[in-house]
């Protein structure tokens, strides 16, 4: 069988017409070519002139308008006037001038080559990145600028403070020169009465080639090395450069503290100006009895929001506080070491959260079924147990069982039928039976009369939680929970009943949780 084949299927031909012709209008060339011209509009002496223009004058504020920057600048000013040669000839003033000039040339000279490296070997080749993916471009393009930015940004505030520092020194020199001149002029007549009798020898030798040098720090030294006590003069020496570093450590502790409130005011009236928000939260759409209320500016309410839902979801199915209102006499007495037994926590209210609502009291019930038939971990018979989604009545009379087990098991109820009622319903759950019953009312009299929380009123109590503990020995002695008949291990798995529908997992942990442990408690099935 015969086929055909054109020119055009051929791959050399293909490549040929992504390449494009070497000399020719489209193709991967010319977008080369389009990159470049991109580039050079991007890059025009305008476009840099203002990025240079903006990065200095983004500096300005902290220069000036810092409390920080201006004891910095008043501590250098007063040190340099401290150790400044008076004396110094006007020859010298212009040679520290002009090498303090010469330095900065090293100084401005490294900016441009930063600058220049950055363009060249980043925004260049970033740039032509675009005649093969757009978007790969503008993302390396966007790192590469932002580095960029941050490095020039640092460079050039610090090429602008070594200008303003050059400056104002020659400017100070050149004031100085300019005073020291007048000063000596014989016909000024304020240079002898600063001087006195002592103005020709002051004009004849101040800023002369060969005067000693003279400065503050110089005089001051002098004067403390005149103490003939060498104590008091070690004592002057060490006080006056400690008073002076405290000094200056103590200004910009003062200066940071004083920036870093305003900083604080900024930003709370930054926050306090956003719009205000009243947020209601419901966890739970199941549960419409649980919410939260959050009200405030815009930014803490978000931030408060992520707190609330992190904190339910680490609190909502957990057993903190379970342990307080449970049966004592299961603590103290002795109970059976192996087997599986339930947990039902029923309360007085539908939903969570089981706390007292206003003027309405929670009434907590707790109910332990010891040795539960495996077979008979059923979501809706443990709901029904409970008396269905309805509950059942809580009250006064106690119906009380001994099983032939040793334990027992205590249910109070509304009435005597309720609670006799409600025992056999849990015991269904359990293979121990019944060896005696008895059904008695507790009566208002005594300490239950005086003490209103000791009565119980007819209340109707829901079905809650459910906390499944599987009890396991365990053969090593360092594990586990003690007891005189060795030691054993409880797997626990607790499960809301107020829900009106089975969980998802409650199967898959119920399996989880009746799997037995061998001598290296690692379970097997």
């Not at 709370?268 to 739970?284: D, F, K, L, S």
Request: with cysteine.
């Amino acid at each position: 069988m015969g086929f055909t084949l054109t020119s055009a299927q051929l791959f050399s031909r293909g490549v040929r017409l992504q390449v494009g012709n070497r000399g020719g209008g489209g193709g991967f060339f010319q977008k080369i070519v389009q990159a470049g011209k991109q580039l050079a509009q991007i890059f025009t002496w305008g476009n840099l002139r203002g990025f240079l223009i903006g990065a200095a004058l983004a500096q300005i504020p902290s220069l000036v308008f810092s409390l920080t920057n201006l004891w910095s600048m008043f501590t250098s000013a007063a040190i340099e006037l401290y150790y400044f040669d008076w004396n110094i000839p006007d020859d010298r003033i212009d040679q520290m001038a002009k090498a303090r000039w010469s330095a900065y040339g090293s100084i401005l000279g490294g900016t441009a080559g930063n600058a220049l490296g950055f363009f060249a070997c980043g925004i260049v080749p970033a740039t032509s990145l675009f005649a093969f993916d757009e978007r790969l471009a503008s993302y390396v393009l966007r790192e590469v600028s932002e580095e960029a930015f941050e490095e020039l940004t640092f460079e050039i505030a610090y090429v602008l403070r070594q200008s303003f520092r050059n400056l104002a020194r020659q400017t100070a020199g050149w004031l100085y020169k300019g005073a020291r001149r007048w000063l000596k002029d014989p016909s000024n007549p304020i240079g002898g009465l600063i001087f006195g009798s002592n103005a020709d020898n002051v004009r004849n030798t101040w800023g002369e080639a060969n005067a000693p040098s003279w400065s503050f720090a110089q005089a001051v030294e002098e004067r403390v090395e005149k103490i003939p006590n060498q104590f008091w003069q070690n004592f002057t020496e060490e006080l006056i450069e400690e008073a002076i570093d405290a000094c200056i450590e103590a200004g910009y502790v003062v200066s940071n503290s004083i920036e870093g409130y305003y900083a604080q005011q900024r930003l709370a009236a930054t926050i306090n100006q956003g719009p205000q928000r009243v947020v209601e939260v419901q966890p739970n759409r199941a549960n419409d009895a649980e919410k939260f209320v959050v009200a405030g500016p815009e930014s803490e309410v978000r931030g408060q929001l992520t707190t609330i839902l992190t904190t339910h979801q680490m609190v909502e199915d957990r057993d903190l506080g379970q342990i307080v209102g449970q049966s004592l006499d299961d603590y103290i007495r002795a109970r059976p070491l192996d087997g599986l037994r339930l947990q039902f926590n029923l309360y007085s209210l539908k939903t969570p959260p089981y706390a007292r609502r206003g003027e309405q009291r929670l009434t907590r019930v707790t109910v332990t079924i010891p040795e539960v038939s495996r077979a008979l971990l059923d979501w809706e018979r443990l709901r029904q147990v409970c008396g269905g989604p309805n509950g059942y009545l809580w009250g006064r009379w106690l119906a009380k069982a001994r099983l032939n087990n040793g334990g027992t098991l205590k249910v109070y109820g509304g009435t005597e039928a309720e609670a006799e009622d409600r025992l056999r319903a849990f015991l269904t759950l359990s293979t121990a039976e019944i060896k005696g019953l008895t059904v008695t009312e507790e009566k208002r009299t005594g300490e239950r009369q005086r003490n209103p929380k000791m009565w119980k009123e007819i209340t109707r109590v829901y079905p809650g939680h459910l906390t499944i503990i599987n009890r396991q020995r365990t053969l090593y002695l360092d594990r586990g929970s003690p007891s005189t008949d060795g030691n054993f291990i409880d797997k626990r798995a607790r499960f809301d009943l107020w829900r009106s529908t089975k969980p998802p997992d409650f199967d898959q942990n119920v399996i989880e949780l009746l799997r037995r442990l061998d001598a290296a408690d690692t379970a097997v099935p």
